[in-house]
């Protein structure tokens, strides 16, 4: 069974930081790429960056320079640092397993405040 588990959301100030994280579990980890996404009230869910298996990245332009998306094998989990925050990147953030049908976590609050 496969499971996605983020943390790591919460409330900071425009500027701050934050790490998300994203524990997977019933399948081949290493194999296949990871991807972070996020869905902003009223608004369809985002792309936001994409981890291929062999460690190559990818980011919409909107957070280009300010966020990094990382993978750890060892531990089945793929992280996304985020970077002098803006109020725009309030939303909840989702991670995506590439693998068979597609799977979703439950997703994570990020709250940027002005």
């Known amino acids: 069974q496969v499971q996605l588990v983020e943390s790591g959301g919460g409330l900071v100030q425009a500027g701050g930081s934050l790490r998300l994280s994203c524990a997977a579990s019933g399948y081949d980890f290493n194999g296949y790429s990871m991807v972070w996404y996020r869905q902003a009230p009223g608004n369809q869910r985002e792309w936001v960056a994409t981890i291929s298996s062999s460690g190559n990245t990818k980011y919409t332009d909107s957070v280009k320079d300010r966020f990094a998306i990382s993978r750890d094998n060892g531990k089945k989990t793929v992280y996304l640092q985020m970077n002098n925050l803006k109020p725009e990147d309030t939303a909840v953030y989702y991670c995506?397993?590439?693998?068979?049908?597609?799977?979703w976590g439950q997703g994570t609050q990020v709250t940027v405040s002005s």
């Open positions: 995506y397993a590439r693998t068979g049908p597609g799977y």
